[in-house]
């Protein structure tokens, strides 16, 4: 079992930054993929960013390319999401979730099998 806990988020006015972090714990950690997802209010669950836990490879929706980088710290059991350039439609419910297909990257939600409690992000106009 794996348990993720999200922190970092919360309220900024849009054009400013913010960064995401994912603790990891539990079973070793080695070997995983993660991703991040948001869920707006009325909204479906989204993918954001992925990456294999080594970070070699590195996947971003289209929505948040150039604009968000996401990364890995294996020595803490870690992920981040650096947001910057924040809009308004970046507010959302962020989540971690790691997936056990460590060799993959992934927008489909489906394929992580542990996720986190969620953060809220407000981006203000």
């Known amino acids: 079992q794996v348990q993720l806990v999200e922190s970092g988020g919360g309220l900024v006015q849009a054009g400013d930054s913010l960064r995401l972090s994912c603790a990891a714990s539990?079973?070793?950690?080695?070997?995983?993929?993660m991703g991040w997802f948001r869920q707006a209010p009325g909204k479906e669950r989204e993918f954001v960013a992925a990456?294999?836990?080594?970070?070699?490879?590195?996947y971003y929706a289209d929505s948040v390319k150039g604009r968000f980088t996401i990364s890995t710290d294996s020595a803490k059991n870690a992920m981040y999401l650096q947001m910057n350039t924040l809009k308004p439609e970046d507010t959302a419910v962020y989540y971690c979730?790691?997936?056990?297909?460590?060799?993959?990257?992934?927008?489909?939600?489906?394929?992580?099998?542990?996720w986190g409690q969620g953060t809220q992000v407000t981006v203000s106009s």
């Open positions: 990456i294999t836990w080594n970070g070699s490879r590195t």
């Open positions: 979730a790691a997936n056990q297909r460590y060799y993959t990257v992934t927008a489909d939600s489906r394929q992580y099998d542990y």
């Open positions: 539990g079973r070793t950690f080695g070997r995983y993929s």
